[in-house]
């Protein structure tokens, strides 16, 4: 099931009943105050901040189910608030992960250092929630480490090694590229706030099980919307521009 809303999500998430969903991925709005064409930012001031999200995301914590996550996205504008609001919803101790999603993009000249990550905030409604470990490939050097065990084990010495899948993953994915105008993915869906396939799929494959209920309540491009429908995951989510809901459907047509 693949269900897309041209809605306000707060409309959207008044219809959906109480611990239905698995999995919510959002890529909130940043607070930039731009006007985007497609959609008109928020500006980065608490009070607005505050006001916007604070009933958004107690609907979020109430359409969760008790074993579900949420990820939410943004940059360091706003993310200090948001985690403010995050603990009060859903409690200082469900708090799991501040994922950096780090990235390189075109060079700029500043005062300052590069500002090339996204914060992707992670929370779960209970102690007990879906979580699946990615495994990722050894660095070389600890593959030469593991080697020189082994054979040091074969030669007489008391060596225990463990073979394992690899390394599990961190919170800090600089392993994702950021998507270029120029790129085939980006230019085939055309939404200046794309975000990669690969980044929510890694999120999904890690908090969702087949046949789970993923929710996007910011769905832009509907990323996420392709990313259920590749991964065989059902899906509702939402956006109030006309163009990213004729995109969401294209991007899942015959579905």
């Known amino acids: 099931m693949i269900d897309i809303r041209l809605s306000d999500n707060l409309e959207l998430m008044a219809e959906i009943e109480d611990n239905t969903v698995d999995l919510i991925y959002c890529d ?31 609907e979020m914590h109430r359409v969760l189910k008790p074993t579900g996550s949420i990820y939410l996205q943004m940059d360091e504008k706003i993310n200090h608030w948001i985690r403010c609001i995050m603990d009060d919803v859903f409690g200082y101790d469900n708090f799991r992960n501040n994922i950096i999603w780090q990235y390189n993009r075109w060079t700029a000249t500043s005062k300052d250092f590069q500002k090339l990550h996204d914060c992707i905030l992670r929370y779960t ?19 030469k480490r593991k080697e020189n065990k082994l054979h040091r084990f074969k030669g007489g010495e008391k060596y225990l090694v463990t073979e394992t899948k690899g390394v599990a993953q961190n919170d800090v994915w600089v392993d994702i590229p950021f998507l270029p105008p120029s790129c085939k993915e980006r230019k085939k869906v055309g939404y200046k706030t794309q975000k990669p396939k690969a980044l929510i799929e890694r999120i999904i494959k890690a908090s969702s099980n087949e046949g789970d209920l993923v929710a996007d309540f910011y769905a832009g491009s509907f990323t996420t919307a392709e990313v259920c429908k590749d991964l065989n995951r059902n899906f509702i989510g939402c956006d109030i521009s006309e163009k990213a809901v004729e995109i969401g459907r294209a991007r899942v047509a015959g579905f």
């Open 28 to 58: 909130i709005l940043y607070g930039t105050g731009k006007d985007f064409g497609d959609y008109k930012d928020l500006k980065a001031k608490k009070d607005i901040i505050e006001t916007h999200y604070f009933p958004r995301i107690k």
């Open 125 to 143: 409604k209970t102690k007990q929630f879906t979580f699946k470990i990615e495994y990722k490939d050894y660095t070389e050097g600890s593959k």
